[in-house]
């Protein structure tokens, strides 16, 4: 999907996977955001939307590498806190966002796991709108 992961505002990434979830897919995000990174800002907060995931074909030293990769690149590069939401809706997206918060491990990083849109919004302090998939 062209329109995969795109910033909604300035400083709110959206990124919304759908169907099954390759580690080609989670690398590509993450170039996006490491290219935008080399040339703006790093303050911007992350909206992960798993909502429309069907499956998921990542293992864990897949998932640990880019967790890794993210927890180092950021703690060199920023000296903030970045907000990162994931809006599940079942067990399934849940383990994911829980298991890649688990590996990031990082103080540079507040995730929240939620499975409402109102929480995530509240959490990133927008309109709940700005999250919706128009």
């Avoid at 993450?30 to 995931?53: C, G, N, P, Q, W």
């Avoid at 293992?59 to 640990?64: A, G, H, I, S, V």
């Avoid at 849940?94 to 918060?101: D, I, L, N, T, V």
Wanted: hydrophobic share 45%; charged share 25%; aromatic share 16%.
């Amino acid at each position: 999907m062209a329109n995969e992961y795109f910033f909604k505002t300035d400083n709110l990434l959206i990124w919304r996977p759908t169907g099954t979830i390759y580690i080609e897919q989670i690398q590509a995000f993450v170039k996006f955001v490491e290219d935008y990174l080399a040339t703006h800002s790093s303050d911007f907060m992350r909206f992960i939307d798993l909502s429309l995931i069907e499956g998921i074909s990542v293992n864990y030293e897949e998932l640990y590498s880019i967790a890794a990769n993210r927890r180092d690149h950021t703690n060199k590069k920023f000296e903030g806190v970045v907000k990162l939401a994931f809006y599940v809706i079942n067990a399934l997206s849940f383990g994911m966002a829980r298991m890649y918060e688990n590996l990031l491990d990082s103080a540079a990083f507040d995730i929240r796991i939620y499975y409402s849109i109102k929480e995530v919004s509240d959490f990133l302090g927008v309109d709940a709108s700005l999250l919706s998939d128009s």
